[in-house]
């Protein structure tokens, strides 16, 4: 981990003490590459804080996901309802199907971690208590992604990875992180 925190635990204890940026909720964004270890970074947060995750992958229209609809599904369905303290809705993309499908409930609570690319966009992270920038090469985070999906979705990766390089230089996502973590490593409970 980078900037002076340590460990999971203390980059909690970092969010607990933090006051609510979004309504009643210490919104914690976990953003960075394709298979840089934000789910894990996520998860362990989650944890530590015993709070749901949204997961981005959730909420991309697939492989073109990092797109302006994005940010307007995110603002309408999550930050716009929890802001105003109600059960934000959002609805779950399939990847096998190629659709939205089914709908989720997310009430209001204390503490919330969104986690994927571009969960820290500048529209979002204003609402954020922390924000974190998972990074690692980007040939160790091809692998991870091939080995997870599978080697015929090679040429999708390297697209997205191209993607996602241009939203992050757009939205200047790693200078504005408050942390950054080293996804080649395993963190410290």
Do not use: N
Not at 78 to 103: C, M, N
Request: net charge negative.
């Amino acid at each position: 981990m980078g900037h002076g925190v340590t460990s999971v635990s203390a980059l909690a204890g970092r969010i607990r003490a933090a006051a609510p940026r979004l309504g009643p909720v210490r919104l914690v964004c976990v953003d960075g590459p394709a298979g840089s270890g934000k789910t894990t970074l996520g998860a362990a947060l989650a944890r530590e804080l015993g709070c749901a995750v949204v997961h981005m992958d959730d909420l991309y229209a697939g492989w073109s996901g990092l797109d302006e609809d994005l940010s307007q599904r995110l603002e309408e369905q999550v930050l716009e309802p929890l802001r105003g303290g109600r059960t934000a809705r959002y609805q779950r993309y399939d990847w096998v199907s190629g659709a939205f499908a089914e709908w989720h409930d997310l009430p209001p609570t204390e503490h919330l971690v969104l986690e994927g690319c571009g969960s820290a966009q500048r529209v979002v992270a204003q609402h954020a208590v922390l924000v974190a920038w998972v990074d690692a090469p980007a040939d160790l985070r091809l692998e991870r992604g091939l080995r997870r999906d599978g080697t015929e979705m090679r040429e999708q990766w390297l697209r997205w990875m191209g993607l996602e390089a241009v939203h992050f230089a757009r939205e200047g996502t790693q200078d504005r992180a408050d942390v950054v973590v080293d996804g080649r490593r395993d963190l410290a409970p």
